[in-house]
């Protein structure tokens, strides 16, 4: 019983980390889509990257988390992030701006741009 109750409360605060991942993202998403570049890193600018540091930094230690409690409760890896980070980097010249990319991404994830 003890160790379904470890594993019980270990889903729950996976759940909450998840939630607070999401929402960290939706702020940045929220930030890009007013037309602040950098999450993306599309155009490789220093100090676009630099501003966004934080947040991809804060990002990635939630999901290295997020990870982790998967892993202990046999789930699959946290695909949001995979995704976030396969968003990243740079694009073709023909490729959508960030903003717009960022609306496409709250738009998926079935939240308004402000």
Request: charged fraction near 30%; proline fraction near 4%; charge should be neutral.
């Amino acid at each position: 019983m003890a160790r379904a109750d470890r594993l019980e409360r270990l889903d729950a605060r996976r759940a909450e980390m998840e939630r607070d991942y999401t929402d960290v993202l939706i702020g940045a998403l929220r930030t890009t889509a007013a037309g602040r570049w950098g999450l993306f890193d599309h155009q490789r600018d220093k100090a676009a990257r630099a501003r966004v540091a934080p947040v991809v930094a804060q990002l990635q230690e939630l999901a290295e988390e997020i990870d982790e409690a998967r892993e202990q409760l046999a789930m699959e890896p946290f695909a949001l992030h995979r995704e976030f980070l396969g968003a990243r980097g740079p694009v073709s010249s023909s490729a959508v701006g960030e903003p717009k990319q960022a609306q496409a991404w709250l738009a998926r994830l079935g939240v308004s741009a402000s």
